[in-house]
């Protein structure tokens, strides 16, 4: 039935067997399994299309659409990326490094950085910092010094 349905990418929170996943290949059909729920939620709401609980009534609309799928390996750990979703608002970002303590001070200004655009555009208003501050009063200092 997902062979008679169109599609070109199975994923499941269960398991899937050798014999199914040979199958699916032979079809050119990538499977995965044991994808979290939260997971199979986000894609489908990105890509348009629905968490089956079964495939007796699968119908078109239920399919979601991506532009490219690829499998891509980097470092010892593959990944999946679906690009061109209809509906995506989010995106994922890989973090990796030589030692945990990197990765972790990496993620803190990732979120930190992420937090300040995220209030600047709520608020529509920016506060300047790293000196900012200090070198605009310098700036204006100046030209008070220049016009005594």
Same mark, same amino acid.
């Given at each position: 039935?997902? %062979?008679? *349905? ?8 269960? /398991?899937?067997?050798? !014999? ?5 290949? @032979?079809? @050119?059909?990538?499977?995965?399994? +044991? %994808?979290?729920?939260?997971? &199979?939620?986000?894609?489908? *709401? ?7 609980? *079964? &495939? ?5 609309? @239920? !399919? ?21 979703? /209809? ?29 300040? %655009? ?18 605009? !009063? *310098?700036?204006? &200092? +100046? ?6």
């Amino acid at each position: 039935k997902c %062979v008679a *349905s169109g599609a070109k990418v199975v994923l499941s929170r269960l /398991p899937i067997g050798d !014999l199914a996943t040979q199958y699916f290949a @032979d079809h @050119d059909i990538f499977c995965a399994g +044991r %994808v979290p729920n939260e997971d &199979l939620q986000n894609l489908a *709401s990105a890509t348009g299309g629905s968490v089956q609980a *079964s &495939l007796n009534a699968i119908r078109p609309q @239920d !399919l979601g659409q991506c532009k490219l799928f690829e499998e891509k390996q980097i470092g010892s750990e593959r990944y999946n990326f679906f690009t061109g979703c /209809p509906e995506a608002h989010t995106t994922s970002i890989i973090l990796r490094g030589g030692a945990q303590q990197f990765i972790d001070e990496a993620d803190r200004s990732l979120h930190d950085a992420i937090c300040i %655009v995220k209030r600047a555009i709520k608020t529509g208003k920016v506060v300047g910092g790293g000196g900012a501050i200090e070198m605009e !009063l *310098s700036k204006d &200092l +100046r030209t008070y010094a220049q016009s005594i």
